[in-house]
C-alpha cells in the first residue's frame, strides 16, 4: 500500500448510490475500495484514479478510462466485469464499478501456501487461458499477467483483472504505444515485450501465463 496517498472515501460514505465499506488496496495511482450497492445490497469494487494524477498526466486518465471500454468489450466467466464508469464532478473523480471478487490474489495464495499443488496450478492457469482465448478474436493483449492480476474466488474460479497497459488492435484503439516503449512486469513478460510492447501479440501473454504456471509449482 501507498502510505503517501490519503483515502479518497472513508467507511460508511455514500457515493452515488454506493455505501463504501472498506479499503481493499491502493497504489501510486489510485485505490480500489469495496461497497454495497444500496437499492441491490450487493457487493462490488470501486476501483478510483486519483485526482492529482489525472491532472498531472492525461495519459494516466485515458488508461483509467480505456481499462473501464476494454472490459465492457470482451465478457467471459473468467474475466472481472465493469458495470459503470464516470467521473464525479464534486469529487473531481474518476470512478469505475466492477465486480468484486472475495478471496484474493493469487499473490495472496502463494504468499500463504508457497507453492501450489499441480491439480490446482493447473485449473488456474487454463481458466485464464480461456479468459485470454476469448479476447483473442479482438487481437487484445493484456501485457501484464502475474499473480498480482489473476484473483480467486473462495469456490475456486479465476478472475483476471486490470486491462491498464493492454494492447486492443481489434477494438479500434485510440491509445498507441510508442515504438520501443516497455510495459509489463519484468519478471512475466516476453523476450519481445522486453524489447518493445508495441509489436507484441497474443503469444506474449501465453509466454507470462507459462512463467505463472511454474512460479504456481515451484514457488519461485
Given at each position: 500500500m501507498n502510505a503517501k496517498k490519503p483515502d479518497v472515501f472513508q467507511p460508511g460514505e455514500r457515493f452515488n448510490g454506493y455505501v463504501i465499506e472498506k479499503l481493499l488496496g491502493k497504489?501510486?495511482?489510485?485505490?480500489?475500495?469495496?461497497a454495497r450497492h444500496e437499492m441491490l445490497d450487493s457487493l462490488f469494487a470501486i476501483k478510483v484514479l486519483y485526482p492529482d494524477v489525472a491532472n498531472q498526466n492525461d495519459t494516466y486518465r485515458k488508461r483509467f478510462l480505456r481499462e473501464?471500454?476494454?472490459a465492457t468489450r470482451v465478457r467471459h466467466p473468467n474475466l472481472v466485469a465493469v458495470h459503470d464508469c464516470g467521473y464525479d464532478e464534486s469529487r473531481k473523480l474518476y470512478y469505475l464499478v466492477m465486480d468484486y471478487v472475495p478471496g484474493g490474489s493469487l499473490r495472496d495464495a502463494l504468499a500463504f501456501s508457497g507453492s501450489l499443488e499441480p491439480s490446482q496450478a493447473?485449473?488456474?492457469?487454463?481458466?485464464?487461458?480461456?479468459?485470454?482465448q476469448a479476447a483473442r478474436p479482438l487481437h487484445l493483449v493484456?501485457?501484464?499477467?502475474?499473480?498480482?492480476?489473476?484473483?480467486?474466488?473462495?469456490?475456486?474460479?479465476v478472475k483476471l483483472v486490470d486491462f491498464g497497459i493492454a494492447k486492443a488492435e481489434g477494438l479500434g484503439d485510440s491509445l498507441k504505444t510508442t515504438t520501443d516503449t516497455i510495459f509489463g512486469t519484468p519478471n512475466y513478460i516476453s523476450p519481445e515485450q522486453a524489447m518493445s510492447a508495441t509489436d507484441v501479440d497474443e503469444r506474449a501473454d501465453i509466454y507470462s501465463l507459462g512463467i505463472v504456471f511454474f512460479e504456481l509449482i515451484s514457488g519461485r
Open positions: 497504489g501510486g495511482l489510485g485505490a480500489v475500495y469495496l473501464a471500454r476494454l493447473a485449473s488456474i492457469v487454463i481458466q485464464v487461458a480461456g479468459a485470454l493484456h501485457r501484464d499477467l502475474k499473480p498480482e492480476n489473476i484473483m480467486l474466488q473462495p469456490d475456486g474460479v
